[in-house]
C-alpha cells in the first residue's frame, strides 16, 4: 500500500502555511497506525514553485520553504524506523528556467551544454518551428533574443525541457538517482515518464477529428510526435538498470495508461522497464457493473500476457513468484479529482474495497481515506498554473491540493497561519481526530482495508478469478492455500442479493457498512444500496 503525500498540503510546522518536511515527520505514526508500507513524496527540490515543486532548480538540493537535507535524511530515517519506505517523485523530463544547466544552455549557441535542451530554428514565416502545443496551452515554443532560437516547453514556458537524446543528459539525470538513493530513498515515480522525447524532425501533431471548441487547446491534437515515442522506453529501461545497479529500488511512473499501451512501460524479460506504471483506471471508468467489470478483466488479462518474472515460478492463477506484470491501482493523486467527487462518497466506499481486495499494489492520495471532495477554488483565485493557463475547463487541480484536516484547532491543525489553500467545506466533519473515533467513518474502513489485506495472503498473492455481474452486483474470488475470499459489491443505491452459484455457505469477513446484516441463508446474501462485502466460502 503506498500514500501519496502532497508536502505543501499536509502538515506545517513553522506557521507559514505550506505543509513541510518537520511537519511530515511529526505526522508519522499517524500513516503508520493506518497501516501504509510507502510514502509516494510529491517533489521537495528547489524551485522557483512556479508549478509547486515540479520546476525543479536543482535536483540534489531542497527547497527552504520544505526543510533542509538534513530534515530529509531524518524523515528517511524516521520511516524506516517504522518499517515503512520512502518514493520520492522525480521530474526527468524538464527543469525551471532558473536551473544551472539551462542557464549556461542559452547563454550561448556554441556552450557545451546548448544540447542538453531542445532548440530550434524559427520556421519559414519566422514564428515559432511548429505548431507544437503546451501541455498548459499556447504553443510549446518560446524565442530567446539573446540566441535567436527557439526553445521547446511541454509545460510551462518556464519548463524547458532536457533533451533525452543527449546522452550526457541521460547521465546527468543517472546521477540524481544515484545521489537519493545514497540518502536511502527507496524508489522513485517518475514524472512525465512517457514525454521525454519529441520528434526530431518536428513533425506536426495531427488534429483530432473529434475536437470542437469545448475541447482544451492541449487535447485538440494526437499527440504523434510529441508522446509516446519509441526511444522513450529505451531511456526508461536504462534508468530501471541505473536504480537496481546497487539493490533493489521500486519505479513507478505516471504513463499514458490509455487502451493497451500501458503494458509496454513494463517491458520484457529482456528489457524490464517500470515496476509499477500507474493505473487509474478505477476511477476513469463509468461505474456500470459490466464496464467497470470488462475495465478490470480486461487490464489484469494485458498484465498475465506479460508472464512471470524470470527464475519465479507463478503468476497471478495462485503459484509462487511475483509476475513480471504486477498490477497497480491507483484511485487518486494531486492531479487527479478526488475520488469521493468523482464516485461520491458512497461509491468512494466501494472503491476503496475494490482498491485493497483487487491484486496488485494499491496507492491512494493522503486525504482519500478522510472521504474529502476538494475544496472548490475560482479560476481568479486558483494558484494552480493549469487553471490560469486555461480557465474554465474542468482541469483546475487546486481541489484536491486543499490541505488536510487534522483536528477541530484553528485551521484543522494544519497550520498556525493563513494556509496557502482554503480549508475543504465541511472539514469540521471530516478531520482526522473526528474520524479516528468514529468506526463508520472512512478513516475506519480504510484501516481496516488495509489490516485485512495484510492479515489475508489470498488478498496478497493469491489467485483472481470468478468475474461477475449480475443486475447492480460485480464480483470476484481471491484464493490461496485453500482459502477462498469472495468480494462483492452493489453498485446501486438500493438493496440487491447475492446467490453465490455453488451454493456454498459464506461467513461476512468485512463490510463496507458498519453494522452489517448477518451474512444470508442458503436462499442469498443480502446486500444493501451501495455495500460492498469480503465474504469468506466455507
Known amino acids: ?22 511537519g511530515l515527520l511529526s505526522r508519522l505514526d499517524y500513516l503508520c497506525e493506518l497501516g501504509i508500507d510507502a510514502i509516494w513524496l510529491a517533489p521537495v527540490y528547489c524551485s522557483p514553485m512556479r508549478d509547486f515543486g515540479y520546476d525543479v532548480a536543482d535536483f540534489t538540493g531542497i527547497e527552504p520553504c520544505f526543510g533542509s537535507l538534513g530534515d530529509f535524511d531524518r524523515l528517511v530515517q524516521a520511516l524506516h524506523e517504522r518499517g515503512m519506505r520512502l518514493v520520492l517523485d522525480f521530474v526527468p523530463n524538464h527543469t525551471a528556467d532558473t536551473h544551472p544547466w539551462f542557464v549556461a544552455s542559452r547563454s550561448s549557441r556554441n556552450h557545451p551544454q546548448r544540447d542538453w535542451y531542445v532548440w530550434a530554428d524559427a520556421g519559414p514565416d519566422g514564428g515559432p518551428p511548429n505548431r507544437w502545443t503546451s501541455r498548459f496551452g499556447g504553443s510549446a515554443w518560446e524565442y530567446d533574443a539573446g540566441t535567436g532560437q527557439y526553445y521547446y516547453h511541454a509545460f510551462l514556458k518556464e519548463q524547458p525541457d532536457l533533451n533525452w537524446h543527449n546522452p550526457e543528459v541521460r547521465q546527468a539525470m543517472a546521477e540524481v538517482l544515484r545521489f537519493w538513493q545514497a540518502r536511502g530513498v527507496d524508489g522513485f515515480r517518475i514524472d512525465a515518464a512517457a514525454v521525454l522525447a519529441e520528434d526530431v524532425k518536428l513533425r506536426e501533431d495531427p488534429p483530432k477529428p473529434d475536437a470542437d471548441g469545448q475541447t482544451p487547446e492541449p487535447e485538440r491534437v494526437e499527440r504523434v510526435y510529441t508522446d509516446y515515442r519509441p526511444e522513450v522506453l529505451d531511456w526508461l529501461a536504462e534508468l530501471r538498470r541505473c536504480a537496481e545497479a546497487d539493490g533493489p529500488s521500486l519505479l513507478l511512473g505516471e504513463v499514458d495508461g490509455s487502451g493497451d499501451r500501458i503494458v509496454d512501460f513494463y517491458g520484457d524479460a529482456g528489457r524490464p522497464i517500470l515496476h509499477l506504471p500507474l493505473n487509474y483506471r478505477l ?35 495462485g503459484g509462487p513468484g511475483k509476475p513480471k506484470g504486477w498490477p ?18 458512497e461509491r468512494a466506499r466501494l472503491a476503496a474495497l475494490l482498491l485493497f481486495t483487487l491484486p496488485g499494489t494499491a496507492l491512494f492520495f493522503a486525504g482519500d481515506e478522510l472521504g474529502l471532495e476538494g475544496c472548490p477554488v475560482p479560476s481568479e483565485q486558483s494558484r494552480d498554473p493549469f487553471e490560469r493557463q486555461l480557465p474554465g475547463f474542468g482541469l483546475n487541480r487546486d481541489p484536491q491540493r486543499a490541505p488536510m484536516p487534522w483536528s477541530d484547532a484553528p485551521q484543522a491543525g494544519f497550520t498556525t497561519g493563513e494556509p496557502w489553500l482554503p480549508l475543504e467545506p465541511g472539514h469540521e466533519q471530516r478531520h482526522v481526530a473526528r474520524q479516528q473515533r468514529d468506526p463508520a467513518s472512512m478513516w475506519s474502513l480504510y484501516r481496516r482495508l488495509i489490516a485485512l489485506r495484510k492479515a489475508e495472503a489470498a488478498l496478497g498473492v493469491g489467485s483472481c478469478f470468478g468475474f461477475f455481474t449480475a443486475d447492480a452486483l460485480l464480483g470476484f474470488q481471491r484464493a490461496w492455500a485453500g482459502r477462498r475470499l469472495q468480494v462483492v459489491v452493489n453498485l446501486a443505491g438500493t438493496p440487491q442479493v447475492h446467490r453465490p452459484d455453488d451454493g456454498r455457505p459464506a461467513r461476512l469477513l468485512l463490510s463496507t457498512r458498519p453494522d452489517p446484516e448477518a451474512p444470508g441463508s442458503s436462499e442469498g446474501i443480502r446486500l444493501e444500496g451501495y455495500e460492498g462485502v469480503v465474504l469468506v466460502l466455507d
Open 328 to 345: 497497480c491501482w491507483a484511485v487518486g493523486s494531486h492531479d487527479k479529482p478526488r475520488v469521493a467527487r468523482t464516485l461520491g462518497p
Open 1 to 22: 500500500m503506498i500514500c501519496q503525500v502532497y508536502p505543501l498540503s499536509f502538515q506545517d510546522s513553522d506557521g507559514d502555511g505550506r505543509g513541510d518536511l518537520p
Open 283 to 317: 476511477i476513469d471508468t463509468d461505474w456500470q457493473g459490466p464496464l467497470l467489470r470488462e475495465t478490470v478483466e480486461h487490464y489484469l488479462t494485458l498484465l498475465d500476457a506479460l508472464g512471470p518474472e524470470p527464475g519465479t515460478a507463478g503468476a497471478r492463477q
